[in-house]
């Protein structure tokens, strides 16, 4: 465990404060309002270092950069709006998915992500 340092409260605290999935360049955006000196690459480092002590998780979304979220949050999805490119959290499953795996097959997760345009971008 690393010692706690000024850059890392900052970066921990966005996550404290923004519950969306966050890319390394709006984390950095976020925490340097607290730490206007912070660079990119302590960012790197920290949210890997937090992704090692399980403090947050990696985002793998197909065709995007890693995101970044609180580690203690239970099963859920995504959706990506194709507009401005935000990723919000969909808090309800598409049920049985087990049925969707071949035979023989063992299924031990799955990620479901979802496309579209959210309500801020669908307005006239």
């Known amino acids: 465990m690393q010692r706690d340092t000024k850059q890392r409260d900052a970066i921990r605290q966005v996550f404290h404060t923004h519950d969306a999935p966050l890319l390394p360049g709006e984390v950095l955006r976020l925490a340097q309002r607290a730490v206007p000196s912070l660079s990119l690459a302590t960012v ?6 937090f ?6 998780r990696v985002v793998a979304l197909p065709a995007e950069p890693p995101r970044y979220e609180k580690a203690d949050k239970h099963h859920h999805h995504h959706f990506v709006c194709r507009q401005c490119q935000r990723v919000y959290e969909v808090h309800a499953c598409a049920g049985d998915v087990q049925r969707m795996v071949p035979d023989g097959f063992q299924m031990d997760a799955h990620e479901i992500t979802l ?3 959210c309500a801020d971008c669908a307005l006239p």
Not at 44 to 49: D, G, I
Not at 51 to 56: C, D, G, I, V, Y
Request: charged share 20%.
């Open 51 to 56: 992704a090692r002590e399980n403090l947050l």
């Open 44 to 49: 790197y480092r920290t949210l890997s270092a």
């Open 115 to 117: 496309y579209g345009v």
